[in-house]
C-alpha cells in the first residue's frame, strides 16, 4: 500500500511539472496581432517597392508588434530613403528598423 500511494504521488507529481510546462506564456501574441502584423507587411511592401530605384526581389519587409524591418539594396541613397520615408508612412506602424545597402 506504501509502495503504491509513493508511485501515485510521484505520477501526479511529475504530471503535475509536464503540464505546468504547457501554461500560456505571458509574452505569447493574440492572432489578432500576427493579422495586424500580416496587414502592416502587405502595406508596407507596397509602398516599399512603389518606390523608384527599389525593386521587389532587392528588399526584404517583416513586421512584428508593428515594428516594420527592412533589409536589402536599393538602387542609390534617395531611393533608400524613399523606401524608408514610404515604409514609416504606412497606418499601424509604430518603427522602422532598416539595413538598405547601395551598391
Known sequence: MFNYRVHLSATIAAAAITLSGCAGDA??????????????????????????GIHANNVRVSTKDAVVTLQGTAENTVAARNAVQAARQVA???????????P
Open 27 to 52: 509574452t505569447q501574441r493574440a492572432s489578432a496581432q500576427y493579422d495586424d502584423d500580416a496587414s502592416i507587411n502587405n502595406s508596407v511592401q507596397a509602398a516599399v517597392i512603389s518606390v523608384p
Open 92 to 102: 499601424g506602424v509604430k518603427k522602422v528598423d532598416y539595413d538598405i545597402k547601395v
